[in-house]
């Protein structure tokens, strides 16, 4: 049907959105190519009330595509810091792509003012992160340290991340902080063999 001016368009039509009118996303698909501090800054700013996939690009074989999981692939543990008093400044360590060196965390965050955690995989290396699963089991074993270093440093003020992980688990480090009840998150970019900080977050 051909509309002339002065004529009413078809009910059955959709409206377009109003200029300036707030649309919602139901679903959103992420694809990230950013350094690690504004990664983290991305996915707190989407967080977790939309639905979301977050996709990874890997080097072998190239391409966007998540791989089958396989048990062969690496598996994600905790090092926790049992001895650590209360303390209002905790580092959390990811090793992903790479081991984070605790002496270039020293250098930026002295040991004696901080309680140290660290998330890592067991063979630390690029393409590491290769299945949706290895991914949504780093987002658990996060959110589960989250809860304890909650629960252990009632006093706590500021969250330090020092990653080296992929883009996708950068994005999970953000998307996973409840916001509104969280201390500020602090994060830092790696270049010339040493850790700067670069963003001061406020879930």
């Known amino acids: 049907m051909v509309e002339r001016p002065g004529e009413n ?55 966007w595509s998540w791989q089958p999981d396989d048990p062969e692939l690496d598996r994600w543990s905790v090092i926790p810091d049992p001895d650590a008093p209360p303390a209002r400044d905790v580092a959390v360590l990811i090793s992903a792509s ?24 067991a063979d630390p290396r690029i393409d590491a992160v290769r299945s949706e699963a290895q991914l949504e089991a780093f987002a658990n074993h996060y959110r589960g340290l989250l809860g304890q270093i909650e629960a252990r440093h009632p006093g706590l003020e500021r969250l330090h991340i020092f990653a080296a992980a992929p883009v996708a688990v950068a994005i999970e480090c953000g998307r996973r902080i409840l916001h509104n009840a969280a201390p500020r998150l602090v994060t830092y970019e790696f270049a010339a063999g040493q850790y700067s900080k670069a963003l001061e977050l406020r879930p």
């Open 9 to 63: 368009p078809r009910s059955d039509s959709a409206a377009p959105p109003r200029r300036g009118a707030p649309l919602r996303a139901r679903h959103l698909s992420l694809f990230g190519l950013a350094p690690i501090p504004w990664l983290v800054a991305f996915g707190l700013a989407v967080s977790e009330t939309i639905d979301a996939r977050v996709f990874q690009r890997l080097r072998a074989p190239a391409g």
């Open 98 to 121: 790479a081991s984070v060196k605790r002496e270039r965390v020293d250098a930026v965050l002295p040991r004696a003012d901080r309680a140290t955690y660290e998330i890592t995989l």
